[in-house]
């Protein structure tokens, strides 16, 4: 029966290579422990601030059974929002008119014949404004138009009101960011010091998405509200030594 038999110079290479291996597996537990060493937080920042610019719509109608007349009533209300406005202190380059329109109920296809008034004419004046003061005590002023006559139409999707934006918005992210991240790293310092280890670097980051929110608890931003809430919350992944 054949014996099989290793050199001396042989079996010493296999005996290396199985040390190294295991050598090297070794080191490989020992970085993945290491790399995983890391605390992920969430930082929160918020800052409330004012809406720089107002769109304000005044619409208005009219209606009768003679073309000319509806026409010429709708001219002369739009005649007294523009004087309204300008007396309130704004500018031709802060208003715009919009056409006038006048549909015949009559005219369109498969339209009754039985209706109350036979023209429908309606107008819009818009303010465009960056003095958003301004716009809303405007807006709390219309009784005069009322008792003109003016029949004013000033909802906009179910909501009367001038509506308030913040256009400034990437003026006031970095000041924003900056707050998140001092949060997280100040969550990121306690957690390190509680669990006996050393804050390291910052190894991932994640801006999220800003929102901009009215400021009287709402989740959302209906553009009513001249304050605004500017929220975010970021995520930071750091190592641990």
């Known amino acids: 029966m054949a014996t099989a038999r290793i050199g001396f110079l042989p079996a010493a290479l296999i005996a290396a290579a199985v040390a190294f291996a295991g050598w090297s597996v070794g080191q490989g537990v020992e970085r993945f422990r290491m790399a995983d060493r890391t605390v992920t937080v969430k930082g929160l920042a918020e800052m409330d601030v004012k809406s720089d610019f ?38 031709d380059e802060e208003i715009e008119v919009r056409p006038l329109q006048v549909q015949d109920l009559l005219a369109r296809e498969w339209a009754s014949r039985d209706v109350a008034l036979r023209f429908n004419g309606q107008g819009q004046v818009l303010v465009k ?18 008792l003109a006559g003016v029949q004013l139409d000033t909802e906009v999707n179910g909501f009367a009101g001038p509506r308030y934006q913040l256009r400034g918005f990437n003026e006031l992210k970095p000041q ?66």
């Open 176 to 241: 924003l960011l900056e707050a998140a991240t001092s949060n997280a790293r100040e969550q990121a310092t306690r957690f390190a010091d509680d669990a006996g280890a050393t804050l390291g670097r910052l190894k991932n980051a994640n801006q999220g998405v800003i929102r901009v929110i009215d400021d009287d608890g709402s989740d959302m931003d209906s553009g009513r509200t001249v304050g605004k809430r500017l929220r975010v919350v970021s995520t930071f992944e750091y190592t641990l030594d």
């Open 54 to 91: 107002a769109v304000w719509t005044l619409g208005f109608r009219r209606g009768g059974d003679q073309f000319a007349e509806v026409q010429k009533g709708l001219s002369e209300d739009r005649q007294l929002v523009l004087d309204f406005l300008r007396e309130q202190g704004f500018t």
């Open 129 to 146: 404004s960056e003095r958003v003061d301004a716009v809303g005590k405007a807006a709390n002023a219309i009784d005069p138009l009322i």
